[in-house]
């Protein structure tokens, strides 16, 4: 049989319907109402244990972000301290409130 042959077998075959009625296309309304695993409810949540909920929990009280400018050797002084000297820095400024 020849390529030519079988081409001409498979043009005339019908397309077969791959539409799934359990699990149709996605409209562009389904997207728009689409949330992501933040949106969920805990009880959701339970019943996927694998899903992960993107980011950092949101707090009650946020923090303000802001540009501070220090001076070299305050900012070396705190940086030496490794990791969380953001920490450090904001309990001196909450220690000086106090003063």
Do not use: C
């Amino acid at each position: 049989m020849s390529k030519t042959t079988i081409d001409s077998a498979l043009d005339d075959l019908p397309e077969p319907d791959l539409t799934d009625p359990d699990n149709p296309e996605w409209t562009v309304e389904d997207f728009r109402r689409a949330v992501g695993p933040e949106g969920l409810s805990d009880v959701e949540l339970a019943a996927f244990p694998n899903t992960k909920v993107r980011g950092r929990p949101r707090s009650e009280a946020p923090k303000a972000h802001v540009s501070l400018r220090l001076a070299p050797d305050v900012l070396a002084f705190y940086r030496a301290k490794g990791k969380g000297w953001q920490v450090e820095v904001e309990a001196a400024l909450r220690r000086a409130m106090t003063d």
